[in-house]
Structure formats: C-alpha cells, structure tokens
C-alpha cells in the first residue's frame, strides 16, 4: 500500500514557494493575504492561527482583520483596491445578517484566491479554471504528485459540497483529468454500490468511519478528505485501519489533503502578486 503522504508534498511545495517570494522581493513585492472575520467561531479561528504560521514560514504577510459585520462592505472594497494585497479570504461562517453569497461576488476575483466567488467557479464550470477551490485542487495535486492517472478511470467522489465535491468533480471532468465521475451525497440509496465499481474513490462527508472494506474494491485508490474529531483525536471519513490492506494507496488523516490544501492557498497568494508583474 502506497501512502498518500500530503505533508510531504505540502513542505516541497513550500521550499518552491519560498524561492517564489524571494524573486518577487527583489521586484520590491511582498506577497500579502488578508483575512476577513465577522463573527467568532472556534474551528474557523484555528484554521486562521494555521494558515498564519504557513504564510509566515513562507515569506507571505498575513492579516486578519476582525471587523463588525456592518463594516464588510466598506472593508472588501478598501481591499479590493489596495495593491499590497494579493488575496482575500472570508472566514466562514459569516455573521447571522450578513450575505455570504453577496460578499463572497464583492470581492475582485483575482484576489479571490480561496476560487470561491461565483465567477471563478463559473470559469471552473466553462472549463477555463482561474483560482480553483484550495481543497479541491489538493485532492489532484496529491494524484498528479504521485503519477495517478485519472484518465478514462471511474472516479466516485462522496459528497456534494460547493467547496470540496462538486467543483472536485468539475476539475476531474477536465479534459486534462478526464475522468467518468459519480457523485454520492445524502440522497444516494446505495452507496456501496458507487465506491465499490470506483477505481478511485473521493470521500468528502464530514462522517468519521463512513467508508470501510466492504465499500471498496481490490486495489483503489482512496483520498480521504474528510476532518471529524472522535474522542479527541483527528480523523478522516475512511476507517483506515479496515481498508488499509485492500487498498493500492491511500491519503493519511492527518498528513493528507490538509496541508496541501492550506499551501495552495498560499501558492494561489504569491500567483496573484506575481500577476501584478504581467499586468
Ligand atoms: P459539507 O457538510 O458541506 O458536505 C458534506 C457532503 O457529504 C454533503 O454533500 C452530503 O450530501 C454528503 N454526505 C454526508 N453524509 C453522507 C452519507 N452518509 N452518504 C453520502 N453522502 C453523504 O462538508 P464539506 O465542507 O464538503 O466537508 C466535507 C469534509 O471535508 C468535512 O469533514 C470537512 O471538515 C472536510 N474538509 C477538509 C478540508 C481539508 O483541507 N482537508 C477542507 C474542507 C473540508
């Protein structure tokens, strides 16, 4: 069995982006992500404290402004315009009266660099991908790493969600992946009979121990995409332990999709300061 090993991956592609900035501060640019919060949300601030200690060991200056849900509008727009910021990322949830979905349109989709404003995710949909959405891409990222050819595979994707499932099933349509891709999602009768004919199974449910042996074939390959906390301790959606002798490799929770998606995010930062230089 072949592990998946993201945190590997992860640190190579940090080591490339350090090289990145240092080119760009000799153009006197410093790549800049600014974070925006309206409300306190334990899990949405954890994931800010990583992402600011990823961003600070690359060379990118990272901000997190907490703002009153009243100022948003105002803020974005002050972001939008200033040119020492390449990227803009929404802490979700947003606030009870705010509109996500509105926000998310106000920001300039150059510095959209989470791709999850309606036009980089309509670009996805046209098959002209812009920024893609950080844990979606680090799914193919992971695959493309270790030479997992996708073409012609059946590829059978658990989960429906706007920021992982679905535009993951748009990039695998890609001519460049061309996969045949199912996708699974609460109303499924039979899920087993989905991931049990996939070559390649994608679990994004946020159910700790949804997929198991029974669920797989002989030989997959299996990306675990999946962050629940049983007693404490991180898990994925794939019961590892049960699967792990069946499998041909597999993505490890934690040390998988995780830390690529977050460098993504970063390598999508320093890719919209380095857009400045061709404009
Ligand atoms: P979500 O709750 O928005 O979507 C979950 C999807 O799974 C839904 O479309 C639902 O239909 C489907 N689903 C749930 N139970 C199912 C079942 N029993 N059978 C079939 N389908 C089922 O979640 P999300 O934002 O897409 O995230 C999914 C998981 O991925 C979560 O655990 C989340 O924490 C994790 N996640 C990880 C990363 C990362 O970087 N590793 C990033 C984002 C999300």
Do not use: W
């Amino acid at each position: 069995m072949l592990l998946l090993d993201g945190k590997k991956l992860a640190k190579k592609m940090e080591e490339d982006l350090k090289n990145e900035v240092k080119e760009l501060a000799e153009k006197n640019i410093k790549p800049k992500l600014v974070t925006v919060s309206t409300v306190h949300d334990d899990s949405s601030y954890s994931y800010i404290k990583s992402q600011k200690k990823v961003a600070q060991r690359i060379g990118i200056d990272f901000e997190l402004l907490e703002i009153k849900p009243d100022q948003t509008f105002d803020v974005i727009s002050e972001l939008n315009q200033n040119e020492n910021v390449h990227g803009i990322m929404l802490a979700h949830p947003v606030a009870d009266d705010l509109d996500e979905l509105k926000i998310l349109k106000s920001i300039v989709p150059e510095k959209d660099v989470e791709g999850r404003s309606p036009e980089n995710l309509g670009l996805l949909m046209l098959g002209k991908p812009s920024f893609l959405p950080c844990t979606a891409e680090a799914v193919v990222k992971i695959l493309d790493e270790y030479g997992i050819d996708t073409k012609g595979k059946n590829i059978t994707i658990v989960g429906r969600s706007t920021t992982v499932g679905k535009p993951l099933s748009m990039i695998l349509l890609l001519r460049n992946y061309n996969a045949t891709i199912t996708v699974c999602h609460t109303g499924t009768r039979d899920l087993v009979e989905h991931t049990k004919m996939a070559d390649i199974v994608i679990v994004a449910a946020g159910k700790a121990g949804l997929i198991n042996a029974n669920h797989l074939k002989e030989g997959s390959i299996v990306v675990d995409v999946g962050i629940n906390f049983v007693n404490g301790k991180l898990v994925g959606d794939v019961d590892f332990e049960s699967v792990k002798e069946m499998v041909n490799a597999i993505t490890p929770v934690p040390g998988g999709v995780g830390p690529v998606t977050t460098t993504l995010l970063m390598k999508h930062v320093v890719d919209s300061a380095k857009g400045i230089l061709s404009k």
